[in-house]
DNA sequence: TTAATAAAAGACAATAATGTCCTTTATTAA
DNA sequence: TTAATAAAGGACATTATTGTCTTTTATTAA
């Protein structure tokens, strides 16, 4: 479904969240851990998150990085995952085709849209503080 | 979504079904053609099909790949794409957790979970049948 | 039996995704 | 101002996916 970059920035920025504002900065090495992903890859995935504005970086020490508070909320799964797949998941055609639409659908044209549309829904209507929530009540886990 | 594999898979057995029974077998030139894939990497992909017995292949003059008319019907996609891709696409963890489940759920699990069945339910209940009708009725398309 | 045909099979090549390592830059505290 | 720290950036390595090419095997028709 996404690639594996994508898997490793939503897991980041799940555990970013979770330490947001009363515990301030996360390091990239205790991220790292706490979501079982290779370091130095991580570190890449998360340069295209600050770029995207997702996630805040400070570097020297006490550095590290955050989530605003009031971002929370607005953070949707899908601000994520078109940061770092881009849109292709929702809007490339099921078999591959260039130019699939409407007026020239592929055989599962019909069939896929009602599961892209579930998929979307699901992406923009699903906050990262409600993501976070589950990992703080320890509901949820990010690793293994 | 599915492999590249997968998705000229799918297309080239499609195209196989609509020239189900009557024309007999089609050729991979033709196939490749048709679908608008490259040609050597389509014969591999149906030899992943016809070791799955979802296409029926036949060496020398007149060979080709063909598809039993009785089984249409019963050719889901959810066979193709089990064939080329494994089950992977269903039952991996959308954030990559190796031992996701109910008892130890990542964050999206509950989510996913929805979308996931709707896709599972489409593959499922969707036959070559009717995905070939569309095409032999102008209606859809397996190129471009 | 031989020649032509077409898929099967195996080896190889190119590209993209994933992952690592080292250097640079910015920040903080001493 | 210097040393320590931590992210940013660039170059490189590994692996998986995608794609090509050549040889082999099976089948048919002459």
New interface residues.
């Given amino acids: ?2 690639s ?1 970059s994508c ?2 920035g ?2 980041a920025t ?1 555990f970013i969240a979770t330490h947001c504002c009363k515990e301030g900065k996360v390091g990239l090495k205790e991220i790292a851990k706490e979501i079982d992903s290779p370091i130095a890859f991580t570190a890449k995935i998360l340069q295209v998150l600050v770029k995207n504005n997702i996630v805040k970086s400070s570097k020297g020490v006490g550095g590290g990085f955050m989530i605003l508070k009031d971002e929370l909320k607005s953070i949707k ?1 899908v601000n994520i995952v078109n940061a770092i797949d881009g849109d292709s ?1 929702f809007l ?1 055609c ?7 639409s409407e007026e ?6 019909e ?2 849209k ?2 892209k549309k ?2 979307i829904y ?1 992406l923009e209507n ?1 906050s990262l503080e409600e ?2 929530l ?2 703080k009540k320890g ?6």
């Fill in positions: 479904m996404f594996k898997e490793y939503i897991r799940i799964l998941v490339r099921g078999l591959g085709l260039s130019n699939c020239h659908p592929c055989p599962v044209h069939k896929f009602f599961v579930d998929l699901m699903t993501l976070s589950g990992i509901q949820t886990f990010l690793k293994y």
